[in-house]
């Protein structure tokens, strides 16, 4: 087995694809090539030229070609292929799957599923900084961020200086390596950080 294991990541959302993207890179024990694949079109070209071990994909953005289709068409007969889910999808459909991936899902849940795939063989990477769980104190700055709140509003709220919190701020793109907003939403609701319903609440205010 190749030093890494390439996959692709095919979803329309950039949302979503930063959000599992960040998940993938934090599972200790592998590593992953990740590439981004944001429509259709551009998924046979990156197929082709890249020859993943493992495609997630959103089923809705498989369109009218066949899974079967795609692997014989990009030369990639043996690339397994994981349904990526966030809403009801037709039980037939999946069965075509080698297996499933929920955006709710944890990153234990995820790693579990993907070690299915023969990646016992592949280097175990040592623990670093970058994959440290967050203190208690910066995931309540993921959450202010999250509801949109400035560095200075951060600041007053938790009885902080604007450096401090800048600081923290800092640490917690290092650890995540997520450097947006949107990156954070997405970290913030897949670890029950914030409900989804507190974020539809803030968007209508």
Known sequence: MSEHLKVIIAETSPVIRCGLEVQLKR??????Q???????????????MHKPDM????????????????????GCPHVKCIALLYALADPALLRLYDEQISIYDSADEIK?????????????????????????REK???????????????????????????????????KLQIHSASGLTVYAIVNK???LSDIDKQQKT
């Open 27 to 32: 599972l200790s024990g592998l590593r992953l």
């Open 140 to 174: 309540e700055i993921v959450v202010c961020v999250v509801k949109g709140m400035t560095n200075r509003e951060i600041a007053t709220r938790l009885f902080l200086s604007t450096h401090t919190v800048i600081t923290h701020r800092r640490n917690i793109a290092r």
């Open 112 to 136: 579990r599923k993907l070690e299915h795939f023969d990646t016992d063989e592949l280097p175990e990477l040592p623990d670093t900084d970058e994959q440290q769980m967050l203190s208690v």
């Open 34 to 48: 990740l590439i981004e694949v944001a429509d259709a079109e551009f998924l046979y070209e990156s197929m082709r």
């Open 55 to 74: 495609l997630i994909i959103n089923p809705s953005m498989q369109g009218c070609f066949s899974l079967q289709h795609l692997k014989e068409e990009t």
């Open 193 to 195: 950080l914030i409900e």
